[in-house]
């Protein structure tokens, strides 16, 4: 099993910036790509950007250009920078981790955290 914790949500004004951070634990496991969702309140989950083991990295159009993904593989930990923060950015934002676990890491599975809110707010 994995478990994920994530951290650096908050409020912040229209226009600002926040990190977030998830850290991955659990015992004998092999990350393979790490994402970061969000979900607006009556909207559906919506992935904002991915990076894979190689560190190649996806983003949704709405958060192009104003956010970057990265990771720390020696700390399991997965970041989303997020600049030029706007209203709709508002959600709670979930880290995401598809990991191989067992002696081989032959079973895979999807590890999702507990989610942490971002408000943007005047």
């Known amino acids: 099993q994995v478990q994920l914790v994530e951290s650096g949500g908050g409020l912040v004004q229209p226009g600002g910036s926040l990190r977030l951070s998830c850290a991955a634990s659990g015992s004998r496991f092999s990350i393979h790509a790490m994402r970061w969702y969000r979900q607006a309140p009556g909207k559906s989950r919506e992935l904002v950007a991915g990076?894979?083991?190689?560190?190649?990295?996806n983003y949704a159009d709405t958060v192009k250009g104003r956010s970057t993904i990265s990771r720390d593989n020696a700390k399991n930990t997965v970041y989303l920078q997020m600049n030029s923060l706007k209203p709709d950015d508002t959600a709670v934002y979930y880290c995401n981790v598809r990991a191989g676990t067992g002696i081989f890491y032959q079973y895979e599975n999807d590890y999702w955290g507990q989610g942490t809110q971002v408000t943007v707010s005047a």
């Open positions: 990076i894979t083991s190689g560190g190649s990295t």
